[in-house]
């Protein structure tokens, strides 16, 4: 057998792994680029080294993983999951927090390393959503069959939640959207379902709310649904616009300072809207062509925040311009191109469930991240895949990635 089958044997799609790879080389690249800065004491200048170790584990994590075979990681998704919630729960009593997220309790310190479990509970309410919506004999036409892919991710997202880290919490939100519509939901049930988040949003203008209540309704007898599930519709919708208020006046100034920064930056701009700015005039200097790779003078003179980690797309866009940041974002997009052809051709739903799971984090992150960089999109501390600096986020993204490779290769074998 040739070396190019056998490799094919164990790395179903070459072109998926090596997209990522060199990605993940890339980021190293602009870690070390980030820790290039004129301000002396800023201690990010071996950063890059830690980031190439980390790629080192998740390489040989990708080739171990890589042979265990799908039935099997059918099977022990219950227990990663319980293992990915216990994991959440003693984070709450002895988490740490680091970078951005220095409030929070979002880390176990592990004496040697520094782990972000919600990152591994990620996987793990992957494998067990495919494991439950796997073995749905037709897709749901009405909410009640949801109840337990929500049970589900609301589990793990309330825990993240409550560390609080809302960025991550979204991610298991885009999950949940995205396994649901690879398993048949009708979008009509997937828009139901976030209703009450679209309602929390428009109760602040009371006109907006009406409207949108009235359209709701009629939308509900268009569907014909059935009575007590328009009814608890209804209700959430009508609760979420009812908290809404109470709910704002609840935050600490500086969670609602993020909100008001996001629509405005200049209100606050050396407190919440900081990052906002410094972010955009970073993108925006670096023009067409960009000012070189380690040159970006907004990077050099620590004017950019958490340059190696949330905001590394500043970096590559101030360094590398218009032009390199397009082509990350193309590259981005071959990578989820690539995860949705593997999806379709699983061989069967618990793997395209599980590959199109990966896709719905992966595609959260990215766009969360990008958005917030350029100022579209509210500042929640949540890295871009590949790129930022950070172990565990890496190491459990090579292990996403070793599952996909696993479909693409057993898919091959039908």
Known sequence: MSFARRFRSVFGDPPLLFAVIGMSLFGAAMVYSAGQVDQPGAGMTGLWRAQLMWLGISLVALLILVRIQLRWLEWI??????????????????????????????????????????????????????????????????LLPLWQPIAIVGLPMLLVMAQPDLGTAMVFGGVMLATLFWAGTPAALLFLLVSPLVALFLSFRTT??????????????????????????????????????????????????????????????????????????AIGSGGFFGKGFTQGSQKRLAFLPEQHTDFIF??????????????????????????????????????????FGIFGAWFTHILVNIG?????????????????????FLLATYIALAIAERVATEQGRI
Request: net charge positive; aromatic share 12%.
């Open 77 to 142: 998704a219950p227990a990663a999951y319980i293992a990915g919630i216990a994991a959440l729960v003693a984070t709450l009593f002895i988490g740490t927090g680091a970078g951005t997220a220095a409030s929070t309790r979002s880390w176990l310190d592990l004496g040697v390393v520094r782990v972000q479990p919600a990152q591994f509970a990620n996987v793990a309410t992957i494998l067990l959503l495919g494991r439950v919506m796997g073995a749905w004999r037709e897709a749901p036409r009405t």
């Open 208 to 281: 907006w709310f009406a409207v949108y209540m009235v359209a709701l309704l009629a939308f509900l007898y268009l569907y014909r649904m059935k009575l007590r599930e328009a009814v608890l519709v209804t209700i959430a919708n009508l609760a979420a616009g009812t908290i809404a208020v109470p709910l704002w006046n609840s935050l600490e100034p500086y969670q609602q300072n993020r909100f008001l920064a996001f629509r405005d930056p200049y209100i606050d701009p050396r407190g919440a809207g900081y990052h906002h700015i410094q972010s955009r005039i």
């Open 314 to 355: 500043a970096v590559i866009g101030e360094e590398l311009g218009f032009l390199g940041a397009v082509a990350v974002v193309v590259v981005f997009g071959a990578i989820l191109w690539r995860l949705a052809r593997v999806a379709e051709r699983a061989p069967d739903p618990f793997a395209g469930i599980v590959v």
């Open 372 to 392: 917030m960089t350029v100022g579209v999109m509210p500042i929640t501390g949540i890295p871009l895949p590949f790129l930022s600096y950070g172990g565990s």
